[in-house]
């Protein structure tokens, strides 16, 4: 029987990611941990610990007495946010990492996911379908610390045979959840917005094309990496996938074809240069050779979901 533990199930992947995983698996399958208790709300459909992942002997005592077989590690302090404490965002990302993989070592754990992000890639990136090997050099210590992280990923595996598995996401859209404190939040929070009946102030400039990706396919595309034979990944450091590129003005128009009463306004802040370094578009035919990566959603599609899903969402909270 698969016992999997979600290491910070109460951020905004997490949220989706781990009923999705119960869905799947079943709910005596799923432990979802964060460590904020008041996290424990969201997943009545499961079992839930409080868990702060650079406790180390917390998660070992975890994994040993639920018989952990798979691990998705969650947890991290996003772009934004870890310019704000640099020092805490890397405590954070890169130790609650090595953890992680250093049980899944010690304990055998059969499979391991963690999200890496279009965060690593730099300046010297190239603008349009940066490929899989494209140069990185990161300016935040989120792409930092997320670089650092595939490398581990990779090291682990190769030395230890820990079956270590990641994608580099996008920005990622949904709206069960707040955003969490990274550069393409605008792209969540702007619905929010046009649902109740405010006008939006964007922190990017109107022609900031960045990668994006909907909730659903996130979840989706990390379902397929997990069940896919090992033998059919061919990358141990992180997938690129990508899902949409859009502007901040291109989602507004989207959402104002909905809502002609809808206005923007631009008042880009420090979030602007972040953006300014990383692709506005990423190449992700490794994932699509590899096993079988597709995105279903496109900015259209995107946007008719959550118009129609939102509001019904907010009602219930």
Same mark, same amino acid.
């Given at each position: 029987?698969?016992?999997?533990? !979600? ?47 650079? *406790?180390?002997?917390? !998660? ?7 018989? !952990?077989?798979?691990? %998705? ?17 890397? *405590? ?13 070592? @010690?304990?055998?754990?059969?499979? !391991?996911?963690? /999200? ?6 730099? /300046?010297?990136? &190239? ?10 050099? &990161? ?15 990779? %090291? %682990? ?40 009946? @405010? ?11 960045? /990668? ?35 502007? /901040? ?18 008042? &880009? *802040? ?40 939102? &509001? ?6």
């Amino acid at each position: 029987m698969n016992k999997i533990l !979600v290491i910070g199930a109460g951020g905004q992947l997490g949220t989706e990611l781990t009923k999705a995983l119960v869905d799947t698996y079943g709910s005596d399958s799923v432990i979802a941990t964060d460590f904020q208790e008041s996290a424990k709300s969201t997943f009545s459909y499961c079992r839930f610990a409080c868990l702060n992942v650079l *406790d180390k002997e917390a !998660v070992a005592h975890l994994i040993r007495e639920e018989k !952990v077989t798979q691990i %998705y590690h969650l947890a991290a302090i996003l772009s934004a946010n870890g310019e704000k404490n640099p020092i805490q965002a890397w *405590d954070i990302n890169m130790q609650g990492l090595l953890h992680v993989l250093e049980l899944a070592r @010690e304990f055998k754990i059969e499979k !391991v996911f963690w /999200p890496s992000s279009i965060a690593v890639f730099g /300046p010297n990136t &190239p603008k349009s379908n940066a490929p899989q090997d494209a140069v990185k050099n &990161p300016t935040t210590v989120y792409g930092i610390s997320k670089l650092a992280g595939e490398h581990w990923c990779d %090291y %682990y595996f190769k030395t230890y045979g820990v079956d270590v598995r990641s994608l580099r996401f996008p920005g990622l859209i949904g709206y069960k959840s707040a955003p969490g404190g990274g550069t393409t939040d605008y792209a969540v929070d702007i619905y929010y917005k046009a649902l109740q009946g @405010e006008n939006f102030t964007c922190f990017l400039q109107e022609d900031t094309y960045l /990668p994006m990706m909907y909730m659903e396919d996130a979840v989706n595309a990390t379902l397929q990496l997990m069940a896919a034979p090992a033998s059919d990944i061919s990358i141990r450091t992180s997938y690129n996938v990508a899902g949409m590129s859009f502007s /901040p003005q291109e989602i507004f128009e989207s959402i104002h074809s909905h809502f002609p009463e809808f206005s923007i306004q631009y008042a &880009p *802040d420090f979030r602007q240069k972040i953006a300014d370094t990383w692709p506005a578009s990423i190449d992700d035919s490794f994932a699509r050779k590899d096993w079988g990566w597709k995105a279903a959603f496109d900015l259209p599609a995107m946007t008719t979901e959550i118009i129609t899903k939102l &509001p019904n969402h907010l009602s219930n909270k």
